[in-house]
């Protein structure tokens, strides 16, 4: 008896050392957000709260979500998409541009001439998940994948009224895939995480950047910004929430069942109209600002920035291909 009771407490006590385990049937399941954003992001209560409400309920409080905002569980958004695949966070929220080495098909949905607005891109993410996209998600499951509004260049001191305007600029930018279309703009590509947007672009380490329209607001570059350049060749950005496999393996069948009606295509098309609806919101708001200018491209000279960012992404594709990620096959299959 001695010696069962001796081995029932060394039990307990690595149970408790370890945290406790999820795979213990009726055993409350907690799964750490992390996100890198302050509580008063736009996404924060209809997005992060609502999916935490929905899904305890849903469970009838088997698995329970804790939102950490502000990079309670590790500075850097950059460093995002680790945390989930580590497991300091159960659930993250990122961008994979910030890692695009990992991510050369995702990021496709960023390139001008694959979608049309946050509606049409973000169904195209979904459209091509399990033939295309799923395997770069390592060791995580995605949970929601979106876009941003169409990036603007926003500008501090130079007005971009031109493709000439660009020349010998430096450009903040978000992915590689940008920084390909930027590059090919004439400008040079600054890549950098957006809440490091505001120092760099108030002490001239960049010139601009290309954002979404959305960023104005959430990183308070309309404090900043004096001019922005609309009706650019479309480009958004893209942004996950993704689950720790392993965390994910650990809930039921039932458990899952909940998650999976909860996240997917619908959350993603929520969360981008949650930003574009932003977006519009703070391009009013900015050409409101005194001293601002907005700056809307003519068709005509539209059609020039067209023309090279299509030769960018021709020559990209070419180049991913023969690296051995089809590019050509997955933006095909987005936009056919």
């Known amino acids: 008896m001695k010696l069962f009771r001796d081995t029932l407490a060394a039990a307990v006590a690595a149970l408790a050392f370890s945290g406790g385990s999820s795979?213990?049937?009726g055993e409350e399941k907690v799964l750490k957000l992390a996100s890198f954003l302050p509580p008063v992001y736009v996404l924060h209560k209809p997005i992060f709260e609502e999916f935490a409400s929905d899904l305890e309920a849903a469970t009838d409080g088997s698995v329970r979500v804790e939102i950490y905002p502000s990079g309670e569980l590790g500075k850097g958004p950059v460093e995002q998409y680790k945390r989930a695949v580590s497991r300091i966070a159960e659930i993250s929220y990122g961008l994979?541009?910030?890692?695009?080495?990992i991510f050369p098909k995702t990021l496709l949905v960023e390139l001008p001439g694959v979608s049309s607005g946050h509606?049409?891109?973000?169904?195209?993410?979904?459209?091509?998940?399990?033939e295309f996209l799923r395997d770069e998600f390592k060791k995580t499951v995605p949970l929601a994948l979106f876009v941003t509004p169409p990036a603007v260049l926003m500008m501090t001191e130079k007005p971009i009224r031109s493709l000439?305007?660009?020349?010998?600029?430096?450009?903040?930018?978000?992915s590689a895939s940008a920084a390909t279309v930027i590059e090919s703009y004439g400008a040079?590509?600054?890549p950098m995480p957006a809440n490091k947007v505001y120092t760099a672009m108030n002490t001239g380490v960049v010139d601009g950047a290309l954002m979404g329209s959305d960023s104005l607001l959430i990183f308070k570059l309309i404090e900043i910004t004096n001019f922005v350049t609309t009706n650019l060749p479309e480009m958004p950005t893209a942004i996950f929430l993704v689950a720790n496999e392993e965390a994910y393996g650990e809930l039921t069948d039932v458990e899952r069942a909940h998650l999976d009606d909860?996240?997917?295509l619908d959350m993603s098309q929520r969360a981008a109209e949650g930003l574009a609806n932003f977006g519009e919101l703070a391009l009013e708001r900015f050409a409101a600002k005194e001293g601002a200018e907005t700056i809307v491209l003519s068709d005509?000279?539209?059609?020039?920035?067209?023309?090279?960012?299509?030769?960018?992404v021709g020559a990209l594709k070419v180049e991913l291909d023969a690296r051995g990620i089809p590019a050509t096959a997955v933006i095909a299959a987005m936009v056919n």
């Open 23 to 25: 795979a213990i049937a």
């Open 96 to 101: 994979p541009g910030y890692t695009s080495s």
């Open 119 to 130: 509606e049409d891109a973000t169904a195209k993410i979904w459209k091509v998940m399990d």
């Open 164 to 174: 000439e305007d660009l020349d010998g600029l430096k450009i903040r930018v978000a």
């Open 188 to 190: 040079t590509p600054v």
């Open 262 to 264: 909860l996240t997917g």
């Open 300 to 312: 005509e000279v539209r059609a020039t920035f067209d023309a090279r960012a299509m030769a960018a």
